[in-house]
């Protein structure tokens, strides 16, 4: 052994030392920070802000879209102040399957038919406060959607989602156990058979099947009637929104409905009478008559 490497080693090369492993510690920080960054930049951002980029929220309006998911299937988005609201087109809206079924209603109503099989009448069937406010809950998620598919003008998913909340509110009003729970939806129940209402009649004023709209709308309104009189409020029919929607929908189907002209003759006849246009008024009645077969 040569006497070099038997001499001690000074301060100096220790502090040598020490400076190579702080550098090759330092050295692999930045080696583990880099590779973190790059498993960040590959993993997919969950920030929202590409997504609204371009759309911008509206206040007083709503503002929706119909996309195609990750999965392939159709989408409703709603822009919402803070962000956007996303619901599944068919099924429940946030793609729940409670107990296995559809939505709690259709669950429910299965239990309801397996009662019915082991009892032989719907008698000892009872809704709890709690399953009746689950039922209120989930139809938000339904109400939330026919907006949105009114907007988009999806008529068949509007009349599909209000005739689905229908349903619970005669569930509900048919079996809940509390009184409260019997009767807290039933104040929609106007605007839910308008709306319901409104999109069929569209698609049947769409495809210029006017006489079968009128009667659409005709029917809502006599339902809407009947509601207020069961609540003892007829009076309330008359100044309720949805009948002033519905009377001008009316209006609009009437507007592209071809004459009748008996009707148009007994009109003018009416105006003649009125503005006391008495010659001109007996040219109609004899008109109507000829054409009625009288004479």
């Known amino acids: 052994m040569s006497e070099e490497s038997e001499r001690p080693s000074s301060s100096a090369d220790k502090?040598?030392?020490?400076?190579?492993?702080d550098k090759e510690?330092?050295?692999?920080?930045?080696?583990?920070?880099?590779?973190?960054?790059r498993d960040r930049g590959s993993s997919p951002s969950k920030d929202l802000s590409p997504l609204l980029k371009g759309w911008d929220f509206e206040p007083g309006t709503i503002n929706?879209?119909?996309?195609?998911?990750?999965?392939?299937?159709?989408?409703?988005?709603?822009?919402l102040e803070l962000g956007l609201l996303q619901m599944e087109l068919n099924g429940r809206p946030d793609g729940a399957?409670?107990?296995?079924?559809?939505?709690?209603?259709?669950?429910?109503?299965?239990q309801l038919n397996e009662h019915q099989k082991r009892i032989g009448s719907e008698l000892g069937f009872h809704l709890s406060s709690s399953q009746c406010h689950s039922l209120r809950e989930e139809a938000q998620l339904y109400?939330?959607?026919?907006?949105?598919?009114?907007?988009?003008?999806?008529?068949?998913?509007?009349?599909?989602?209000?005739?689905?909340?229908?349903?619970?509110?005669?569930?509900?009003?048919?079996?809940?156990?509390?009184e409260q729970d019997r009767l807290m939806l039933e104040q929609f129940r106007p605007y839910i058979v308008m709306m319901n209402a409104r999109a069929a009649a569209s698609i049947a004023f769409k495809e210029e099947r006017y006489g079968e709209a009128m009667k659409i709308v005709t029917a809502a309104l006599d339902g809407i009637r009947e509601f207020f009189t069961s609540i003892g409020q007829?009076?309330?029919?008359?100044?309720?929104?949805?009948?002033?929607?519905?009377?001008?929908f009316s209006r609009e189907v009437k507007r592209k409905m071809p004459v009748d002209p008996m009707q148009k003759?007994?009109?003018?006849?009416?105006?003649?009478?009125?503005?006391?246009?008495?010659?001109?008024?007996?040219?109609?009645?004899?008109?109507?008559k000829k054409r009625a077969g009288t004479v």
Do not use: M, W
């Open 15 to 21: 502090r040598e030392r020490d400076r190579e492993r």
């Open 143 to 178: 109400y939330q959607r026919y907006l949105a598919l009114f907007v988009l003008e999806d008529f068949s998913g509007v009349v599909r989602d209000t005739a689905r909340n229908l349903r619970v509110l005669d569930f509900c009003g048919k079996f809940a156990v509390e």
């Open 234 to 248: 007829p009076e309330a029919f008359s100044q309720s929104n949805e009948v002033r929607v519905l009377r001008r």
């Open 64 to 79: 929706v879209r119909k996309i195609y998911g990750l999965d392939g299937q159709p989408k409703v988005q709603t822009r």
């Open 265 to 288: 003759l007994q009109t003018q006849l009416d105006r003649a009478v009125k503005s006391e246009r008495y010659e001109d008024a007996a040219r109609l009645r004899d008109e109507i």
């Open 25 to 37: 510690r330092n050295s692999g920080h930045d080696r583990a920070a880099q590779q973190s960054s």
């Open 97 to 110: 399957r409670p107990h296995g079924h559809e939505s709690l209603l259709d669950y429910y109503e299965s």
